[in-house]
């Protein structure tokens, strides 16, 4: 009994074997994570350090675009005409003249002061009139309050306002604009102004989701900071940070300890407001808490998961969750369009046949988006070609009788003249192998075709006002030709006198506009509710076919949202807009 309990004691069964190959393995993981944890600490550092650093690049960039914006809009205010007026005005005037000139004046620095997001005020001070306008009601402006004016850039400094003293950017612009060494007797000053709550609101609004400590500093100045920091902390890290910044005046990144506790400190000076920093103090507790409280996690609870489920994992992430993960990146890879993924077979079990059939359903796929793309992309250039092609040059006939006529006469130079027109206007129309064209190539073309049209018949009169950066826009061809065509030969037959073509270009919130109006006979509105209706149609035998051409191209090419507006014109024809929007 004994010797068969020694044997059975000394015998090591496979449930103890398993448990010193656990813990054999345990020591190597713990100091396997130890390691990692300490070079993923490391990572993390330099990664918030980087990732914090360009918040604050971004945070400053955005108070620079205000501030910039804000000293933009003096300028707009120094030019404007009731500004120049002020500089006029002189003490004979009436005195309901001066107060009607200062209150429309106040009215546009209202309306300029209320388009920015920061507290601001804007004045305006005539030193040749002695007269003021200014948001601010409460400051008194005059010659000695404007003698030391800043122009280069903005002073902080405690300006009285509508809400009491407060601390404010200030900045003049003085006219007219001349150097600091050349500055003669100023015409006019206008001053800009903007509260540093307004950036304290900024400050609280980074705070957000953050740890840091943010602050804005500039030497000799007290801190801006955001209401819940505490000012002598603030007033300690501001000292901290003058060391940092006299090894590296420009913007960067560091860790100190400060207080015995490790700080990541990220700087970045503002280039609208000379001097001014913003600084950002991290403490590393808080920010590697998540890391500490997880590497206290692992070593509490790494011995519990891998003594219950080290053996039963291995199975089940080889049989079960590997199958599951390469169906699921299979699934993402469909999301994303690629067809081609295909996952590699692994153990036979039941996830083999899933996994063979996924392959297979993704092979169809794939071959049935082919052939369907391949066929739709054929449809449409099919389509395009064949709405082109049904853009027809009707007058050649009449061209030729023309030229015959004048030939006749002998009319050389005429002819010579048309004749070149006439070969500019088809060697552009019969280009068929480009389909896309800028619209200064379109328009030339249609200068081509309008001089045709006006050689042959003088009272025809021809103008265009387009916006000289629409030239360069990309757009189907021959889509202005149908439209002047259409306004000549319904628009031209039956009036009397002088017939005029308006072409008017200009960009709109959606994208572009090309408007052909004419003052021709025009339509009655029953004609033109039946002529908008036909626009939509794919096959018609009337006169609209063109316009209805041109309707569908630009759908094809610009989207659902693009097409023709047809109205009745001021000039007493039609109005047709060519409506170019880029659907998202």
């Known amino acids: 009994m004994f010797k068969f309990r020694r044997g059975t004691v000394g015998k090591m069964n496979i449930f103890t074997k398993v448990i010193i190959v656990i813990v054999l393995m345990l020591i190597p993981i713990i100091f396997m994570y130890d390691s990692s944890n300490k070079t993923s600490t490391g990572v993390v550092e330099q990664e918030l350090l980087q990732i914090n650093l360009n918040r604050i690049r971004f945070f400053v960039e955005q108070m620079d675009v205000e501030a910039d914006r804000l000293w933009r809009a003096a300028f707009v205010v120094a030019a404007d005409p009731d500004t120049q007026q002020l500089q006029l005005q002189s003490a004979t005037e009436a005195s309901y003249s001066?107060?009607?000139?200062?209150?429309?004046?106040?009215?546009?620095?209202?309306?300029?002061?209320?388009?920015?997001?920061?507290?601001?005020?804007?004045?305006?001070?005539?030193?040749?009139?002695?007269?003021?306008?200014?948001?601010?009601?409460?400051?008194?402006?005059?010659?000695?309050y404007f003698k030391d004016a800043i122009q280069q850039s903005w002073d902080y400094r405690v300006i009285v306002a509508d809400r009491g003293p407060e601390k404010a950017f200030v900045r003049n612009l003085i006219t007219p604009y001349q150097s600091l060494a050349k500055r003669g007797d100023p015409n006019l000053y206008v001053e800009v102004t903007f509260t540093s709550e307004s950036l304290v609101k900024m400050l609280e609004r980074f705070m957000q989701g953050s740890v840091g400590q943010p602050f804005l500093y500039h030497p000799g100045y007290v801190p801006i900071i955001p209401r819940d920091l505490d000012p002598e902390l603030t007033g300690a890290m501001a000292e901290q940070f003058d060391i940092i910044k006299a090894k590296n005046p420009t913007e960067g990144s560091a860790k100190i300890t400060f207080h015995n506790e490790p700080y990541l400190v990220n700087y970045v000076p503002s280039a609208s407001l000379d001097g001014w920093y913003m600084v950002d103090f991290q403490p590393m507790k808080k920010v590697l808490a998540p890391i500490d409280h997880s590497k206290r996690?692992?070593?509490?609870?790494?011995?519990?998961?891998?003594?219950?489920?080290?053996?039963?994992?291995?199975?089940?992430?080889?049989?079960?969750?590997?199958?599951?993960?390469?169906?699921?990146?299979?699934?993402?890879?469909?999301?994303?369009?690629?067809?081609?993924?295909?996952?590699?077979?692994?153990?036979?079990?039941?996830?083999?046949?899933?996994?063979?059939?996924?392959?297979?359903?993704?092979?169809?796929?794939?071959?049935?988006?082919?052939?369907?793309?391949?066929?739709q992309l054929h449809a449409k250039e099919s389509s395009l070609k064949h709405l082109q092609a049904q853009i027809n040059p009707h007058f050649l006939y009449n061209n030729f009788a023309y030229i015959q006529s004048m030939a006749q006469l002998d009319r050389t130079k005429v002819i010579v003249a048309f004749t070149q027109h006439l070969s500019q206007y088809?060697?552009?129309?019969?280009?068929?192998?480009?389909?896309?064209?800028?619209?200064?190539?379109?328009?030339?073309?249609?200068?081509?075709?309008?001089?045709?049209?006006?050689?042959?018949?003088?009272?025809?009169?021809?103008?265009?006002?387009?916006?000289?950066?629409?030239?360069?826009?990309?757009?189907?061809?021959?889509?202005?030709?149908?439209?002047?065509?259409?306004?000549?030969?319904?628009?031209?037959?039956?009036?009397?006198?002088?017939?005029?073509?308006?072409?008017?270009?200009?960009?709109?919130?959606?994208?572009?506009?090309?408007?052909?109006?004419?003052?021709?006979?025009?339509?009655?509105?029953?004609?033109?509710?039946?002529?908008?209706?036909?626009?939509?149609?794919?096959?018609?035998?009337?006169?609209?076919?063109?316009?209805?051409?041109?309707?569908?191209?630009?759908?094809?090419?610009?989207?659902?949202?693009?097409?023709?507006?047809?109205?009745?014109?001021?000039?007493?024809?039609?109005?047709?807009?060519?409506?170019?929007?880029?659907?998202?």
């Open 98 to 144: 001066i107060l009607a000139s200062k209150r429309l004046l106040l009215q546009k620095l209202d309306m300029q002061s209320t388009s920015f997001e920061w507290t601001n005020d804007f004045t305006v001070y005539s030193p040749l009139s002695d007269v003021v306008v200014s948001t601010n009601l409460k400051q008194n402006y005059d010659a000695d």
């Open 297 to 375: 996690m692992f070593y509490a609870s790494g011995l519990l998961l891998l003594l219950m489920g080290i053996a039963s994992a291995a199975l089940l992430y080889r049989n079960v969750q590997k199958p599951i993960n390469d169906l699921i990146r299979a699934v993402k890879s469909l999301r994303r369009g690629a067809y081609d993924h295909r996952i590699k077979l692994g153990p036979h079990n039941e996830f083999h046949y899933l996994i063979e059939q996924f392959n297979l359903m993704s092979e169809d796929i794939q071959t049935l988006i082919d052939k369907v793309y391949a066929e």
């Open 426 to 584: 088809y060697r552009y129309t019969t280009r068929t192998e480009q389909q896309l064209t800028s619209l200064a190539e379109e328009m030339e073309l249609i200068r081509n075709y309008l001089e045709i049209h006006r050689m042959q018949s003088e009272r025809l009169h021809f103008h265009e006002h387009i916006e000289e950066t629409m030239m360069s826009i990309l757009m189907p061809r021959l889509l202005l030709q149908p439209l002047v065509e259409n306004a000549i030969v319904h628009g031209m037959e039956g009036k009397i006198g002088k017939f005029e073509i308006v072409i008017t270009g200009n960009r709109t919130e959606e994208g572009w506009q090309l408007i052909v109006e004419d003052n021709g006979v025009g339509m009655q509105q029953a004609d033109l509710e039946s002529l908008r209706h036909t626009l939509s149609l794919q096959a018609s035998a009337d006169r609209s076919l063109g316009l209805r051409n041109v309707h569908q191209r630009l759908r094809h090419y610009f989207g659902q949202s693009s097409g023709l507006l047809i109205e009745h014109s001021n000039l007493g024809g039609l109005r047709v807009a060519l409506m170019m929007i880029k659907d998202d």
